[in-house]
């Protein structure tokens, strides 16, 4: 590893350590973006993540309804910043990293969502992120209303019906709407979402090693994660590294005694043993 990758590794770690009401979102989701590429300095980016709040202010007016605060965030990074939803190219991996999608203006919902969060708390305005399958949804809260907005539509408002229908866009026809989809997510599982977007297309493109650093920069954002070190684990047995992985599965449950999916580690350690021996 680089000094470049490694210092970025460093201040991931530090940022970590925060709990979810301290991390500053848009700045943890760029520093994820940067050690992909460590030799790109960050100050255009937050220079421009700056620029996005304080045009938000300069555009807030009269925002006494929830509607209109969802209609300055849509006016502020699809109409003057000219973002977009990239519906040609989905599936580029760059959709997922937030100095790309920066760069290009267009990217994946959870990645224009950070955007829209960073924007609006830059404000003191209450909005979080949604547990929607497949599509990540934000919900803005203000005097007692309440809308559901879609970072990848320009911050459209959606009604029941749109969620409904959405949910069977994205899980098939006989899927059904359910109250979980629309509980609120913590900041770290927003990144985590954001990661495994990257993760999954350099799995697609049989590039295990990004898909390996992708899943250690998840782990230093959920060390407490069973699934993103089971995944490791996985990766890094597939690769002909039995020993690694056995000892990252072993080290995860001596520092996490009680963890309520040891069980399931202890399983896949007991597996890897095997392959050994």
Known sequence: ??????????????????????????????????????????????????????DL?????????????????????????????DTETYDDIQNANLMRVIDRRKGLPVALGILLIHMARAQGWSITGLNFPGHFLLRLTHAGEQAIIDPFRKAKRLTAENLVRLVTQVQGPRAKMHAKYLKSVSDRDILLRLQNNIKTRALA???????????ETMSLISPDSATVVSELAILEAEAGNFKQALDRLTSFLAQRQGHPEAAQILALSKNLKRHLN
């Open 57 to 85: 202010s300069g555009v807030v007016g009269d925002v006494d309804r929830v509607q209109d605060r969802a209609s300055a965030l849509s006016e502020v990074l699809f109409r003057i910043h000219g973002y977009a939803g």
């Open 205 to 215: 493109a049989e590039d295990t090693d990004h898909a390996l650093e992708v899943l």
């Open 1 to 54: 590893m680089n000094a470049l990758r490694q210092g970025i590794i460093s201040r991931l770690k530090a940022a970590a350590l925060d709990r979810d009401r301290e991390m500053d979102l848009a700045a943890v989701a760029l520093l994820l973006a940067q050690a992909d590429f460590p030799s790109e300095p960050l100050d255009p980016f937050q220079e421009h993540l700056d620029h996005l709040a304080i």
